[in-house]
T-cell receptor
Framework: EAQVTQNPRYLITVTGKKLTVTCSQN?????MSWYRQDPGLGLRQIYY???????DKGDVPEGYKVSRKEKRNFPLILESPSPNQTSLYFC?????????????FGQGTRLTVV | GQQVMQIPQYQHVQEGEDFTTYCNSS?????IQWYKQRPGGHPVFLIQ???SGEVKKQKRLTFQFGEAKKNSSLHITATQTTDVGTYFC???????????WGLGTSLAVNP
């Protein structure tokens, strides 16, 4: 089954404790991205990757890091989480950005930073 | 910067009534996509419109792309409780073909 898998689904952590949210897709997609969703603010792109070893900042990259060492995986790293990073996070993938650009989303990770 | 405005932000209807959400872009789009997010769920792709003036239908849902490729609408005929959720439009524009998201329209349906 074609899917994007995020883990964990829920996470409560403390300020400053490094964490990683994993994202994996099994569709051989080139393009992957991370979004955060906050009430009234819609979906805001954090980082994106157009292919292996190619990543770039989205609209709200501060406080986040990503890596794309393999095509299927695109982890989101919070080196020193702060309460303003409490949010619902989605990973998404698509074939590429030129054609078949339909985005497939993961189930989401609800992060609370206290 | 490039923006996609989506209205209304919320809509509450009685089951059986029609519903429409509108998206307007500040720039010409190469295409526009529509997604639905059920409460507690993740966005799910509904459709993509590419051509100027394009109209596509999926059962009770009708999607339109404006002639100038700057606006789009989603119309639902005779809403059902299964239509509840937030509908997002997302347009692609610019050389990097970035997806620009509307803020979404949350639809509530009274049975």
């Amino acid at each position: 089954e074609a899917q994007v898998t995020q883990n964990p689904r829920y996470l409560i952590t403390v300020t400053g404790k490094k964490l990683t949210v994993t994202c994996s897709q099994n569709m051989n997609h080139e393009y992957m991205s991370w979004y955060r969703q906050d009430p009234g603010l819609g979906l805001r792109q954090i980082y994106y990757s157009m292919n292996v070893e190619v990543t770039d900042k989205g609209d709200v990259p501060e406080g986040y890091k990503v890596s794309r060492k393999e095509k299927r995986n695109f982890p989101l790293i919070l080196e020193s989480p702060s309460p303003n990073q409490t949010s619902l996070y989605f990973c998404a993938s698509s074939f590429n950005i030129l054609e078949n650009t339909e985005a497939f989303f993961g189930q989401g990770t609800r992060l609370t930073v206290v | 910067g490039q923006q996609v405005m989506q209205i209304p932000q919320y809509q509450h209807v009685q089951e059986g009534e029609d519903f429409t959400t509108y998206c307007n872009s500040s720039t010409t789009l190469s295409n526009i996509q529509w997604y639905k997010q059920r409460p507690g769920g993740h966005p799910v792709f509904l459709i993509q419109l590419v051509k100027s003036g394009e109209v596509k239908k999926q059962k009770r849902l009708t999607f339109q792309f404006g002639e100038a490729k700057k606006n789009s609408s989603l119309h639902i005929t005779a809403t059902q409780t299964t239509d509840v959720g937030t509908y997002f439009c997302a347009g692609q524009a610019g050389n990097n073909r970035k997806l620009i998201w509307g803020l979404g329209t949350s639809l509530a349906v009274n049975p």
